[in-house]
């Protein structure tokens, strides 16, 4: 198995993108967004952190993670919250994928991708621009035309925050 290097910073921000197995279109389904939910709130009781972005996609989901000032384990974190989903919420919501040899071998489902893509936040620019690339996610996969139709993202909170203009 690969050894990944991830670089961890106590109290970091981090962008991060979790895929679903196959690409598979579950996520925003009632089932999907519940279970989803759901394991971030249980995690984030145990393990605090803020997401202070977010977008759920279809078949992936981005956001911008910061941890406590004494905390750098953004992977543990993950890990919870696609555990939890895969343990309470699989059977509901009903994938039909197969499940390769070499899944059953390390005991994984057909509900996440193996591994998740991470960026560690370097400055209030690169904040800003990750925040952006979240928030018009949805209008680069052609799923509307202007990211304020996309319901599910948190650029209604950071227009409503004054964060972005109303026309952002």
């Not at 995690?43 to 996609?57: E, G, Q």
């Not at 992936?60 to 974190?77: G, I, W």
């Amino acid at each position: 198995m690969s050894n990944y290097r991830r670089y961890k910073v106590n109290g970091g921000t981090y962008f991060i993108t979790q895929v679903t197995y196959k690409r598979e279109p579950w996520l925003c389904t009632e089932i999907g967004r519940r279970g989803l939910r759901e394991a971030i709130t249980t995690v984030r009781s145990k393990y605090p952190f803020s997401l202070d972005a977010f977008i759920l996609l279809p078949d992936h989901f981005h956001c911008l993670m910061t941890l406590p000032v004494q905390d750098q384990d953004f992977s543990l974190r993950l890990r919870l919250i696609k555990t939890y989903v895969t343990k309470y919420y699989r059977q509901d919501i009903g994938i039909n994928q197969p499940i390769s040899e070499s899944r059953e071998k390390r005991r994984e489902s057909n509900i996440w991708q193996r591994r998740f893509w991470e960026h560690f936040i370097r400055d209030e620019q690169d904040f800003s621009a990750h925040c952006d690339y979240i928030h018009y996610n949805p209008v680069r996969h052609k799923l509307c035309n202007n990211p304020r139709d996309w319901q599910f993202s948190s650029i209604h909170r950071f227009i409503d925050q004054e964060f972005y203009p109303p026309d952002w």
